[in-house]
């Protein structure tokens, strides 16, 4: 049974209706009289004249449409997520809650230091703790998401190989099972990508990895565990390459979840990272961000870190600009990146602490383990299957997709009547028909075992009833889309004849 | 174990099924001499009623003073019902609408925040967020390099009048990629772009150019006349605006003859917290001839199997996880929870409120700037019409003023010495609808009070 769909807030919109207790109080005695010389003073071809298709409705009306918009969506606190890659754990609402007091709120991003040590204060321990969990040398908490972070990562390399008159050093390496983000930053960043291949086990091909480095290689960006699920085992071998041929490692924090206190990048021989604080330190994804991508690096990087940083000078503390950080690569926003996301992390950080925080690599990896054995055993195949699975996996529908005609975006679609998210689909590029499962620590074996009945019941059903599969969902509130058509005719914007429709 | 439910028995029981002796043995592939033993440096773990002590003394450090600073992040009144909402679970935990047959909600509400966006920037298309102001500056010019069809030129024009802090993003983030960005001077009595100037780049192969409106001094541009002298010149326009004044100033679209090309702006006056500079989101709408050149995520509406409407990712071939290293940005996870305030805002104040909010804001400022004229010692840098913010000229160090009104409980404005020495002691101040008859008085009396002990210092 398909749920009821919500029609546009702009069909609730009649002229002249409003959420009145919203609007400032009418002028009156002084400012009125200053409102008219205000105005007044705004030449005619300076004014609007049309008004602004924005909804006029009443506060109830705004309230329950954006309430039932919210019914149509999954979401952690509603539905298993195992979206890999994604690291979709528990949001702790204390995080919320304790990030919104409302001195943390309506503090101007300029108020002076002396106006905000307790926010700094915040601020100086979270690149404390990061730089110790991490193992670098100094952190930033500018970027304010994954790729925002590779990108400071990246033009801090630029700028270190520049400050040495090294500037033939332009080429970035990357393992063809790279995020996307990481060739599309490289290319931000002025630089040339070359994509080198992974061997059959799942770490890189080291014969290509030596073919590629040479006097231009500026750097390699790996992630670690990597995005196939396993740990990178020749790091080290890796770092000895690529460090001998004068170029730095860039550590891509995306599955930093997996060894959060078991193995530190710093400890690997990686000379910067950027972490996401949105996976790894369990601030919301919201749809669709904010995140923050802090930045760690190794001291000969330390001076390139965006601005501003948190210094701490006897028991004050203060923003460190480029009066500072003369070498800084700059500024990366208008103030100091996603100040309450920060703050979530730094929350979330101090309620696990020291022993907690070792716990989540350790029930991470032993909650992917247990699905992957569970559905090994159940008949699906493991991309990797010699190796453990790091905080996620892959499994590939290769050979159902040839036998049974299913592919990896039905079992996907048909996880969604069942009410699980589907797992990353299609990604990795390299493993065809690939679903990448990350169950995360926050996750009760019986929802997991909750998940791996649902891939059970969907396997049975690829055998018996493909065409099911085909036209899967049925449950959710619109059916399968039609992508094609959306990207043909474009309609990107309501328009008021749709209500006719 | 905070956050994790494993009992005894599940590990026992799911190690087991693994075939594993213990959780250690499951990292048995990480070569052991890079193990880590421990982190000393991270505190003992808080329970939730003690990290609530913590957090709520740390704040109170902080205070709430009254504060008139704005350049870029502007205090305004934030419907309860804004954040209500918006922190709800489905919307806050939930991660980018990529399975869309489970995220319609996300999707719908993006698509309402396209139309509504689109309409007050008076544009064609919106994407469904950027980071914030400066980086949407930055990412308007790379994609303005990228659309002009006639030029290769890696110019772009960015007049003194566009907030300092956008200048430098703009600098760190397409100075990689080649951009050149080019200042232009303000003419010294109105705080505006200088016309004379401009003549210096006419004939000039430029990619294009950026006019902030209002401008950083709070002072308004002629729109016009710069977006039909740099359509003259071959270059396109990216507008950067404030969307409260919007209810007020003409759309970008509607600048000149032709309209702006692209249009940005910093979206945190449309309800989002000031919360020490972010999360706010910035905005960015369009032409739909540039469609395809815009960065970040774009939803269209489309139909389902059974022909019925529903909502989508669309037009996934600009971005980095399809195209990778020729996507039009790397830009993957945006702000996609404060555009979903800012829908809710918008939605709740409406055209009138909106329209009210930004007049009685222009008006508070008019009333604030005559209030604190009367002090001696105080006047106004610039003649002209303005928005909500204006530039002071005060007879004493801005910064010593600053710190006196500051041990007052009031901060006073943002001190311009760094980035405008040229005027000499120079503050930027701003009232909007949250200040009151009361709080003006107690600034301008507190201003004299603060420049006569800096006098007498």
């Not at chain 2, 604190?372 to 840098?381: F, I, N, Y």
Request: hydrophobic letters at 40%; one cysteine or more.
């Amino acid at each position: 049974m398909n749920q009821i769909l919500e029609k546009s807030i702009f069909e609730y919109s009649r002229d002249g209706r409003g959420a009145e207790a919203q609007h400032p109080p009418a002028l009156r005695g002084a400012v009125a009289s200053a409102s008219k010389e205000a105005l007044g003073a705004v030449p005619a071809a300076l004014r609007r004249q049309s008004k602004p298709m924005l909804p006029e409705a009443s506060e109830l009306d705004v309230v329950r449409h954006f309430t039932r918009l919210s019914q149509l969506n999954f979401s952690i606190d509603t539905n298993f997520y195992p979206l890999g890659s994604c690291t979709m754990k528990y949001n702790p609402k204390a995080c919320n809650q304790y990030a919104m007091l409302p001195e943390f709120l309506s503090r101007h991003p300029l108020a002076p230091d002396t106006q905000g040590q307790g926010f700094l204060s915040c601020m100086f321990e979270l690149q404390e703790m990061l730089k110790e969990v991490t193992g670098m040398k100094a952190v930033s908490l500018n970027p304010m998401a994954g790729a925002h972070g590779e990108f400071a990562g990246v033009a801090m390399i630029r700028a270190y190989h520049r400050a040495r008159g090294d500037l033939a050093r332009n080429e970035i390496i990357v393992p063809e099972a790279a995020h996307g983000t990481n060739p599309a930053t490289a290319t931000m960043c002025g630089c040339i990508v070359r994509e080198i291949p992974v061997d059959a086990e799942g770490d890189v091909d080291i014969e290509a990895l030596k073919k590629a480095v040479g006097p231009n290689t500026a750097g390699i960006m790996l992630t670690n565990p990597s995005t196939l699920g396993v740990f990178e085992r020749k790091i080290e071998e890796v770092a000895r390459i690529v460090h001998g041929a004068g170029g730095l490692l860039y550590y891509d924090g995306a599955n930093l979840n997996a060894i959060l206190g078991k193995v530190r990048p710093g400890d690997m021989g990686f000379d910067v990272i950027h972490m996401n604080l949105h996976k790894t330190f369990s601030t919301p994804h919201g749809g669709g961000g904010p995140g923050a991508g802090a930045v760690g690096v190794s001291a000969r990087l330390e001076p390139f870190l965006p601005v501003p940083v948190v210094g701490r000078e006897g028991e004050g503390y203060r923003w460190l600009t480029e009066n500072d950080r003369p070498q800084s690569i700059g500024r990366l926003s208008a103030f100091m990146g996603n100040a309450g996301v920060l703050l979530r992390a730094y929350i979330y950080m101090r309620m696990l602490g020291r022993e907690g925080m070792s716990r989540v690599g350790e029930f991470a990896t032993l909650n992917a383990n247990y699905v992957m054995a569970r559905l090994r055993a159940a008949g699906f195949d493991l991309a990797y299957p010699n190796r453990r699975a790091s905080h996620e996996f892959i499994i590939t529908m290769k050979r159902q997709a040839k036998e049974l005609n299913v592919t990896a975006m039905d079992i996907a679609k048909r996880l969604l009547d069942y009410g699980f998210h589907a797992p990353t689909t299609y990604f990795p590029l390299l493993v065809p028909e690939c679903l990448l499962i990350e169950p995360t620590e926050t996750e009760s074996r019986e929802t997991l075992d909750g998940f791996i009945d649902a891939m059970v019941a969907i396997l049975g059903e690829a055998s018996s009833d493909a065409t099911k599969l085909k036209a899967a969902p049925y449950t959710m509130p619109v059916r399968r889309l039609d992508d094609v058509r959306a990207a043909k005719q474009l309609e990107l914007t309501w328009k008021p004849v749709d209500s006719a429709a | 174990m905070p956050f994790i439910p494993h009992t005894e028995a599940d590990v026992r029981e799911m190690l087991a099924t693994i075939g594993a002796k213990s959780i250690e043995e499951l990292f048995d592939e990480i070569p052991q001499n890079l193990r880590v033993q421990g982190l000393a440096g991270i505190p003992e773990g808080l329970s939730e009623m003690e990290i609530g002590r913590l957090m709520s003394e740390r704040a109170r450090q902080d205070g709430r003073p009254l504060s008139f600073l704005g350049a870029g992040a502007y205090e305004h009144h934030i419907p309860s019902a804004v954040w209500a909402i918006t922190t709800r679970g489905e919307y806050y935990s939930a991660y980018t609408p990529y399975q869309a047959e489970a995220s319609q909600g996300t999707l719908q509400l993006i698509h309402e925040y396209q139309t509504m966006i689109s309409s007050l920037t008076g544009m064609e298309v919106s994407n469904a967020s950027l980071y914030d102001g400066g980086s949407a500056v930055a990412e308007a010019a790379l994609m303005a390099v990228r659309a002009h069809r006639k030029s290769k030129s890696l110019r772009v024009l960015v007049p003194s009048t566009v907030n300092p802090n956008y200048r430098r993003v703009a600098v760190s983030t397409a100075g990689n990629q080649g951009l050149r960005f080019e200042t232009v001077p303000y003419q010294r009595e109105t705080g505006c772009i200088d016309f004379a100037a401009l003549a210096a780049f006419a004939g000039q192969d430029i990619a294009a150019m950026v006019i902030q409106q209002p401008n950083f001094f709070g002072q308004l541009e002629d729109v016009d006349a710069l977006t039909d002298w740099a359509h003259e010149q071959g270059m396109l326009v990216i507008a950067a605006v404030n969307p409260t004044s919007l209810a007020l100033l003409k759309p970008p679209g509607e600048w000149g003859t032709k309209g702006a090309d692209i249009c940005v702006g910093e979206g945190q006056p449309l309800g989002v917290p000031l919360s020490s500079g972010g999360p706010y989101f910035g905005f960015m709408t369009t032409r739909m001839e540039y469609v395809r050149s815009m960065p970040g995520r774009i939803v269209g509406r489309t139909v389902d199997l059974e022909g019925r409407h529903g909502y989508t990712l669309t037009l996934q071939a600009r971005e980095q996880h399809i195209r990778r290293g020729k996507a039009t940005s790397n830009i993957c996870t945006n702000q996609g929870l404060l555009m979903t305030a800012a829908t809710i805002y918008m939605s709740l104040i409406g055209p009138a409120g909106l329209a009210q909010v930004a007049e009685t804001s222009m008006a508070r400022t008019h009333q604030l700037v005559t209030a604190l004229g009367r002090q001696r010692g105080v006047r106004q840098a610039f003649t002209g019409p303005r928005f909500h913010e204006s530039v002071l000229l005060l007879d004493r160090p801005a910064e010593a003023v600053l710190r006196e009104l500051e041990s007052q409980g009031i901060l006073g404005g943002v001190d311009l010495s760094g980035d405008y020495p040229e005027l000499g002691s120079a503050i930027l101040v701003c009232a909007t609808e949250t200040k009151t008859d009361g709080d003006i008085e107690r600034y301008a009396n507190a201003l004299g009070t603060a420049l006569q002990a800096v006098r007498a210092a």
